[in-house]
């Protein structure tokens, strides 16, 4: 075991030569023999086979250290990390350097502090909570749907994504070369804008699309026609927002005439409970981030020709969250509307009342 570990090339140097000189000593050599054919002092061959001997293997190896003692007190740290949680009277928030001088200390020291309590001053998080009388029994819907989905049915996630530009930039940029990126002018025209209806199959990631000039019921509902040629002779439950051409008198006279599809209405302020928006978000990034467009056309062609192509390597969308681990957010949810009751709408009076 010592052999191997003397020649094990992942050994440390220092515990290599502790090694060497145990192996020697077991050797019969002399504590005087060993220092002169290491070259070390003969105190740290006496050193080390002293440790051997009282403790084996272990004993070769170092000791913990107190290290350098802290350069500032507790107090200290918990007065940097009580002041970043209040808020600063001349700034918006704090940074590493506007804390330090506030505080008389190095910022050096201001970093460490908040480095080590994971204090983030410079990130936000958004949220809202939902102001939805039934937010707890629309989400376990969708949730259900997600995690188990009935027998012989589909589960599609529909949504729109309105007010899509065709921006062309005033100038033309310089392409991606070796150490500089693209460019391009901050200065751009635009050219109109199109409206991408998609309903997602989150069982395969494959995505239906419709691209119109503008939002309308009625391109709503041609849209829901050719998705339920799509999938013909299945039950089809869709999952789309509260948006008033999904549950206008048009859309209520859609569903009776087709049995089959079943509407699921995300509670309000929660599009993060629809998967479409997953695919909006990877739409965005991957194809209309760096786009320019001259005109609609060219915009609508591509955003046909971008969904055929990623249909052909689409993979499933799996919603990971339970009702256990979402408990946290519905319980949140039900003190915020305790604490604020939502407000009748005031209904207008018509003439002659």
């Not at 979402?326 to 407000?343: C, D, F, M, V």
Request: overall charge positive; glycine content about 6%; some cysteine.
């Amino acid at each position: 075991m010592l052999r191997h570990l003397v020649r094990s090339p992942s050994t440390p140097q220092a515990l290599a030569l502790r090694g060497q000189i145990v192996l020697a000593a077991s050797e019969g050599r002399s504590n005087q023999q060993i220092a002169a054919t290491l070259h070390i002092p003969e105190v740290t061959v006496g050193k080390w086979r002293r440790a051997f001997a009282l403790s084996g293997l272990d004993g070769l190896h170092d000791a913990p250290r107190s290290g350098r003692p802290p350069k500032h007190s507790d107090k200290v740290w918990q007065r940097i990390q009580t002041r970043v949680c209040e808020q600063p009277e001349a700034y918006s928030r704090w940074s590493v350097r506007t804390l330090a001088r506030d505080l008389g200390l190095p910022p050096t020291t201001v970093h460490e502090a908040l480095v080590s309590a994971r204090l983030q001053p410079h990130r936000v998080r958004t949220f809202t909570f939902s102001p939805d009388s039934d937010f707890e029994a629309k989400l376990l819907d969708l949730v259900g749907l997600y995690l188990h989905p009935p027998d012989n049915a589909i589960v599609l996630c529909v949504d729109e994504k309105s007010g899509i530009q065709a921006l062309d930039r005033t100038q033309p940029g310089l392409p991606l070369r070796a150490t500089r990126p693209r460019t391009w002018t901050n200065e751009y025209v635009r050219h109109g804008t199109q409206a991408l209806l998609a309903a997602l199959d989150i069982a395969t990631g494959r995505v239906i699309g419709h691209v119109k000039d503008r939002r309308t019921s009625a391109n709503f509902l041609r849209f829901m026609n050719d998705v339920v040629a799509a999938f013909p002779n299945r039950d089809l439950h869709i999952i789309l927002d509260n948006l008033n051409i999904h549950k206008n008198a048009a859309a209520q006279r859609w569903l009776k005439r087709h049995p089959s599809v079943h509407f699921h209405h995300t509670p309000t302020h929660a599009s993060w409970t629809n998967l479409i928006e997953c695919f909006f978000s990877i739409l965005g990034k991957q194809g209309l981030s760096h786009r320019v467009d001259r005109s609609k056309t060219s915009l609508r062609e591509f955003l046909i020709e971008y969904l055929t192509t990623y249909n052909e390597t689409s993979g499933p969308f799996t919603w990971t969250k339970g009702p256990e681990q979402l408990r946290s957010i519905i319980e949140a949810t039900k003190a915020y509307q305790a604490a604020h009751p939502r407000k009748r709408r005031r209904t207008r009076k018509t003439r002659g009342q």
